[in-house]
């Protein structure tokens, strides 16, 4: 059972260059999200969904589109990078059922650079 | 401005010994919380919950404490092990906020043998 993964896990960019981050899920869960880890900081939330078709925006959606075409995939595609950007980022996905959190699962993250 | 804080960046404790890890919140429309561990290049993992109508959960060698007049949760593991060294996340979330969760900045926790 791979539970949830993301790929790449390290990627250097270039300011504008666009890219896609990977996030895949093998526990057929409903909700899944997007974070993004700064120094410092906590996690916060990017966008996220609650089933194929449908996303929402989170906490700091600004530079990030979505998509969730598949119950198991959910990409994030930055369009044109920013310094800003440089981040970890973390997938999550969890049962939509449940009230509360212990059953969010995470990917490993991908560490992005934007020079 | 930070809703939930960790204001302790890291922490040092001698194997075998109490370690006490605590956070606080501003937000009164929390209503439960989380704490969860992360080892270098792994995503968090959950560890143990509190909801507001507790004031105490344990499990094992963890329990977590929560003060909702001081708008204070700990965490307290007894006794800490080598394998406990990680970041440790408190998180919080309300029911009016669709669950999402708001995180602090993690404490990172040293075992020292």
Known sequence: NAGVTQTPKFQVLKTGQSMTLQCAQDMNHEYMS??????GMG????????????????????GYNVSRSTTEDFPLRLLSAAPSQTSVYFCASR???ARYQETQYFGPGTRLLVL | DQQVKQNSPSLSVQEGRISILNCDYTNSMFDYFLWYK???AEGPTFLISISSIKDKNEDGRFTVFLNKSAKHLSLHIVPSQ???????FCAASAMDSNYQLIWGAGTKLIIKP
Do not use: M
């Open chain 2, 38 to 40: 992360k080892y270098p």
């Open chain 1, 43 to 62: 996690l916060r939330l990017i966008h996220y969904s609650v089933g194929a078709g449908i996303t929402d925006q989170g906490e700091v959606p600004n």
């Open chain 1, 34 to 39: 997007w974070y993004r880890q700064d120094p």
């Open chain 1, 95 to 97: 049962s939509q059922g």
């Open chain 2, 82 to 88: 080598p394998g406990d060294s990680a970041v440790y």
